[in-house]
């Protein structure tokens, strides 16, 4: 039986290697982007107490109501934003299925979808599922700026999408108002619309402040703007995210979300509803990880890597050009052999796996996790 394959290009996701690389060899795992502390125990009392109190069936098909009208009071609170509960919030099973579900609902076979480079890896397989034609820009190195002449060239007649993620895995660069600006001169007047994917909307450092699509109207009108619940609240392993959009967007939305999932983890929604009146914990997120990523720029100043700026996310961009010219891909690999460590290479975010010498580490781990790892990296 001959089997044609929809992805034949596609392998395994670079996470799932990397994991199992550092799990194989017992190496500290940096690559895949997950905590290694534990959730807040208030919270895993909560998804207790919904679970031996019979809520364990089906949720709404939108997401159970507590938490879509959280969500709505948040998104009010944070960007002055006002979505319908009913009408305009969906919960969805992690924000991979929500960039799925936005992106087989708008696009077609032959649309053009601008994706920026470095990219996370989920676009570019969804895009082409659904018949859609990825066009790359790329993010400018080493200070991953974006030239946004070279996105207004990129667009055409068939663009239908332009995707977006800022506070950005994997370079942690995030937009200023400029960028905001340049954006609204680019897609006014034009049929384009916006997924903007803002997992990290909550960890962004240095006093930055969170440029989400959501806090301009004439964005947001034509924005599918998604979020995660696992990287706020340390739960990657839960999967539930959510998807705001306008009305008419949202339709489309459920529609291929009724399909793709149905509906998502219930005892888990009524959980983060409830942990969510405790406004602190996504408030003081961002100075949580920037005590994180500055130590582990201190435990490694005296390494032969380079930092590059990081303003927010939980990955940190090393150059390790003083070491190796090794391919990223290949260093990588020998760093977690031989070394001990595990990193992402993030030639894999290319569609032409461009290559800059530069590894990517997560720190969303215990400082004495960083310690072991900064110990191994000061010794190449
Ligand atoms: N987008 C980006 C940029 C991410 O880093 C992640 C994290 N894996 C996701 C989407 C997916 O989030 P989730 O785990 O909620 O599916
Ligand atoms: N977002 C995480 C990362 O970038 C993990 C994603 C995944 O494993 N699918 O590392």
């Known amino acids: 039986m001959k089997i044609h394959s929809k992805l034949p290009d596609v392998g395994v996701t670079i996470f799932t290697v990397m994991s199992k690389l550092s799990n194989d060899q017992n190496a500290i795992n940096l690559s895949q982007g997950f905590p290694d502390f534990d959730v807040h125990p208030d919270l895993l009392a909560l998804v207790e107490k919904y679970m031996r109190s019979g809520y364990n069936q089906y949720a709404p098909m939108q997401g159970v109501p507590a938490l879509r009208e959280r969500i709505s009071e948040k998104v009010l609170e944070l960007y002055n934003a006002a979505y319908d509960p009913a009408s305009e919030i969906t919960v969805t099973s992690g924000a991979t299925e929500a960039l799925f579900a936005s992106i087989s609902a708008v696009v077609k076979k032959g649309d053009e979808v601008i994706v920026l480079e470095p990219a996370f890896d989920s676009y570019v397989p969804a895009i082409e599922l659904n018949g859609g034609i990825p066009v790359f820009v790329k993010y400018k190195f080493p200070d991953y700026s974006i030239d946004w002449d070279d996105v207004k060239k990129a667009l055409s007649t068939k663009t239908r999408l332009i995707i977006l993620n800022s506070p950005n895995n994997p370079t942690g660069a995030v937009f200023s108002g400029e960028d905001i600006d340049a954006l609204k001169n680019i897609v006014r007047n034009t049929n384009v619309l916006i997924l903007s994917d803002e997992v990290y909307e909550h960890i962004i450092f240095d006093g930055l402040k969170h440029e989400s699509m959501s806090l301009y109207p004439e964005l947001a009108e034509r924005s599918?703007?998604?979020?995660?619940?696992?990287?706020?609240?340390?739960?990657?392993?839960?999967?539930?995210?959510?998807?705001?959009?306008?009305?008419?967007?949202?339709?489309?939305?459920?529609?291929?979300?009724?399909?793709?999932?149905?509906?998502?983890?219930?005892?888990?929604?009524?959980?983060?509803?409830?942990?969510?009146?405790?406004?602190?914990?996504?408030?003081?997120?961002?100075?949580?990880?920037?005590?994180?990523?500055?130590?582990?720029?201190?435990?490694?100043?005296?390494?032969?890597?380079?930092?590059?700026?990081?303003?927010?996310?939980?990955?940190?961009?090393?150059?390790?050009?003083?070491?190796?010219?090794?391919?990223?891909?290949?260093?990588?690999?020998?760093?977690?052999?031989?070394?001990?460590?595990?990193?992402?290479?993030?030639?894999?975010?290319?569609?032409?796996?461009?290559?800059?010498?530069?590894?990517?580490?997560?720190?969303?781990?215990?400082?004495?996790?960083?310690?072991?790892?900064?110990?191994?990296?000061?010794?190449?």
């Open 224 to 380: 599918f703007v998604i979020s995660s619940f696992g990287k706020t609240y340390h739960t990657t392993g839960w999967k539930i995210g959510y998807c705001l959009a306008p009305a008419n967007l949202s339709v489309e939305f459920q529609k291929v979300h009724q399909f793709l999932t149905f509906a998502s983890n219930t005892p888990i929604q009524y959980a983060y509803a409830e942990f969510m009146q405790n406004k602190d914990v996504y408030l003081n997120l961002s100075a949580f990880y920037q005590k994180k990523r500055d130590k582990f720029l201190t435990l490694i100043k005296r390494s032969r890597f380079k930092a590059l700026p990081c303003h927010g996310t939980y990955f940190q961009m090393l150059d390790y050009s003083a070491i190796s010219h090794e391919p990223d891909v290949e260093f990588s690999r020998r760093l977690t052999m031989e070394h001990g460590v595990a990193s992402i290479p993030p030639s894999v975010f290319y569609h032409h796996q461009d290559d800059h010498k530069v590894l990517r580490f997560c720190f969303a781990k215990k400082d004495e996790t960083l310690e072991k790892a900064a110990e191994k990296l000061c010794e190449i």
